[in-house]
């Protein structure tokens, strides 16, 4: 707990005013709720996976004065100030931290169970999209390069798989799978170099779980994770959300039998995100809708795996099977959801 002294001096907050305990189902951060007379959230950053974290400070700067401007009502949470005016603050071991309000009487859910839910946590990601449809691409910069590059992460699966040794032999069938879907690659490359999609700031990390919801109205308050808030499509947005809603379990579920499609819940979402995108969408991009939930879950089991076969270096696990777990899990998603959304 010491760094985390050390940080809340830089806030002027004592450790010994709160309760503090981790909380969130995250890979990638750790964080703390802290329970006081003001409660908070305090997160520290992955400096590995989040190489130049200025980087993300700069895009919600850039999207917060925007929308200041354009949109003034929007909820758009950044994080608070330290003392000397920063927005993230460094621990003696170099990691970045960050202080947001704990905003009260909100939750978040890991699952969905209502079509309602589902439209309401699309149209929360979408209106984001919306409102900064006519901001300026590129003023916003990627804080991990080509993160939901399919290419990428197809080629960085087949590097993983030609230096696993013998965990090919456990993963046999999971990379069997992942092989046998490249068409998906492809049809990624041909979409995106073919120019058909616009480029656009997304939050590229749409997971059920990054939704703040009211605990006693049910409507979304926020969205929240705002750390890949950068340049990238339509589909990473739309994709996450069918990967993560549609499906009655998470991606750490075990028996594949419980991952099945859950029609009522993908038309909901798929309302929901129409309802605001739906005015600003081009007709390649809405072609590209039954494509989106298989492109992101192929690439979740792509990375899932390749982190499986290089020894677990990237997502925080709890046992040593946990990444191949996630990527068999992720297949037999992608196979429900192929066998569900046709292309033709
Ligand atoms: C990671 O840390 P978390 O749970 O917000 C990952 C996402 C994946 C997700 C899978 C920076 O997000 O891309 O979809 O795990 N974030 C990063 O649960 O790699
Ligand atoms: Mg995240």
Known sequence: MAPLNSILDKYSLAAGDFVIERVGSGHIHQTYKLTGKHSYILQRVNKNVFRDPELIAANLREASNYLKVHFPTYRFLTCIQS????????DVEGYPWRLFPYIENTMTIDRVSTPEEAWQAAAEFARLTRYLDKAEVNNFQPTIQRFHDLTLRKEQFELALSDAGDRVLEAADSIRQCQAA?????????????GSLPRR??????????????????????VIDLDTLMPGYFIYDLGDMVRTFVCPVSEEEKDLSLIVFRRNIYEALLEGYLSEMGPVMTIAERKAIPFAGKMMTYIMALRFLADYLRGNTYYHITYPEQNLVRAANQLKLLDVLSANLPEH
């Open 182 to 194: 490249y068409p998906l690659a492809d049809q990624y490359e041909r979409l995106v170099a073919g």
């Open 83 to 90: 003392l000397s005016g920063q927005e993230m603050e460094y």
């Open 201 to 222: 700031v997304v939050h590229n990390d749409t997971k059920i779980n990054n939704v703040l919801f009211d605990r006693i109205t049910g409507r979304t308050v926020a």
